[in-house]
């Protein structure tokens, strides 16, 4: 009885759901939604039903019932039996590949719907979307999307298959000529990296420990080759945005010696895009990727590339940040990121460079250059610099007598000097309250840089990090 009462009720509210007044489609939207709280089941029965019974059904009003099946499975994924998990799987998947062409909201309704069954029923996800990603078939954008998807969504349950779908995918790389296919590879192999990154930070979680990085590292620079030589030039500003989203961490994953190989080529391939495009965030980003990634192999090249590195990033840190722009913040924290991975292991390099911008006429590369110093000054690895043999003494006859720099220099050399506990303590402290952007000097609505004061709160000579002021 109840059965068939949910059934009624669902086929009554989809059929008004055609309706022309937004506010009413988003009522049928919620009501769908709450009759999927207490009968998810027969919920989601009833509108695997209504949308096969009615194919001509417009996009707009399948998009809004398969949002609903989405919302229904994410609430209770864990009440699905597995015979109405297969059911889901096999509408969401027709409807999200019936249509070659690109119809993105519909598409998209219907990917979600396979992620969010796919967070528990992986397997079935799985054989469902491998069925339609063959070898030498270019397969449906949604797939490869969905795929990547599922990777970030289920990390556990995903990198299994990866060598799998990597050794598929290759061979589809040199099929695809349009840009638009190859920014969905070059996304889906940004994610597929990201994944195997946590699967091997987390390998006393994963169901299998035995996997390691030489699993996927053939595949990702046989890819890597593809997204660098060639699609890297592409005339298409997206394309390239995906290309180096997807380089940063698909450098972790490449063999030792290979990212030795290609790091001469890499890093300016990377430092030459700054000037092709306006927004910066995403090539800092991939940056600061690859540098970490060059330094955790113990890379000896990356030596050759500081000049350039430096001055890359020195640029973008001068350039004053629109407040308003999230990228461009993001971009600055970024920036400093870098600056840090540099500081750890070229400590005497990079002061070498900043110092003399500290007496620059130019109040840009002043601020700029005193930000980097003061963030580089309270990073945990530039102790971990000075007690290798960078003491603070040897640090501060680098800087001009009586700067703030020099002082500052000083009192993070008293942290160095604290015992081991203490130290550690104050090194959580001071990375707490490096946050580039926060300590910052406003002009307008943009943002200059930050200050260091050499004295507390009430102006005796600062005994531990640096005090910054607005």
């Excluded at 509108?47 to 499975?73: D, F, G, S, Y």
């Excluded at 620059?360 to 580089?376: D, F, K």
């Amino acid at each position: 009885m109840a059965k068939s009462y949910v059934k009624k009720l669902s086929a009554t509210l989809m059929d008004a759901i055609t309706d022309k007044d937004p506010l009413v489609q988003e009522q049928v939207y919620g009501a769908l939604c709450a009759l999927g709280e207490s009968q998810p089941e027969q919920t989601l029965g009833a509108c695997q039903e209504h949308l096969r019974q009615h194919e001509k059904l417009a996009h707009p009003h399948r998009t809004m019932i398969l949002k609903a099946m989405e919302a229904v499975v994410s609430s209770h994924l864990g009440r699905l039996d597995q015979g109405t998990a297969k059911a889901v799987i096999l509408l969401a998947s027709s409807e999200m590949t019936t249509v070659k062409e690109l119809v993105g909201d519909w598409q998209q309704a219907a990917s979600s719907v396979l992620v969010a069954v796919g967070r528990r029923f992986i397997n079935e996800v799985m054989e469902e979307l491998l069925g339609k990603f063959v070898p030498g078939v270019l397969p449906h954008c949604f797939v490869v999307q969905t795929l990547a998807s599922l990777s970030v969504s289920n990390v556990f349950g995903t990198v299994p298959f990866l060598p799998s779908i990597l050794s598929t995918m290759l061979p589809m790389l040199g099929l695809a000529k349009h840009d638009a296919l190859r920014a969905v590879f070059c996304c889906a192999l940004q994610r597929f990296s990201e994944s195997t990154l946590e699967y091997l930070a987390n390998l006393d979680q994963a169901p299998d420990p035995t996997v390691r990085k030489d699993t996927f590292s053939s595949d990702i620079f046989s890819a890597y080759e593809v997204l660098f030589t060639h699609w890297l030039q592409s005339r298409e500003a997206k394309l390239r945005l995906a290309v180096v989203q997807a380089l940063g961490p698909m450098s972790h994953l490449l063999p030792n010696e290979k990212l030795e190989e290609q790091l001469p080529k890499l890093i300016p391939g990377i430092l030459s895009l700054y000037k092709k495009h306006a927004e910066a965030f995403h090539m800092s980003k991939s940056l600061g990727q690859i540098l970490e990634a060059s330094v955790s192999v113990g890379s000896r090249t990356l030596e050759v590339q500081l000049d350039a590195l430096l001055a890359a990033l020195h640029a973008q840190v001068c350039v004053p940040v629109e407040l308003s722009s999230p990228l461009a913040v993001s971009n600055q924290k970024e920036v400093l990121r870098c600056f840090t991975v540099l500081a750890c292991c070229f400590p005497d390099r990079l002061l070498a460079f900043l110092l003399p911008k500290l007496d620059s006429s130019h109040e840009r590369v002043r601020v700029g250059t005193l930000q980097v110093v003061r963030h580089v000054i309270n990073s945990a690895g530039f102790l971990k610099s000075c007690e290798k043999g960078l003491p603070a003494p040897a640090l501060t006859s680098r800087l001009p007598p009586g700067h703030g720099a020099r002082r500052a220099v000083r009192a993070q050399g008293s942290v160095n000097a604290a015992p081991q506990t203490v130290r550690e303590q104050a090194s959580c402290r001071t990375c707490s309250r490096a946050a580039p952007l926060g300590a910052s000097v406003r002009s307008g609505s943009r943002v200059w840089g930050a200050r260091v004061s050499l004295e507390d709160s009430r102006g005796r000579p600062a005994l531990g990090t640096p005090r910054v002021t607005f």
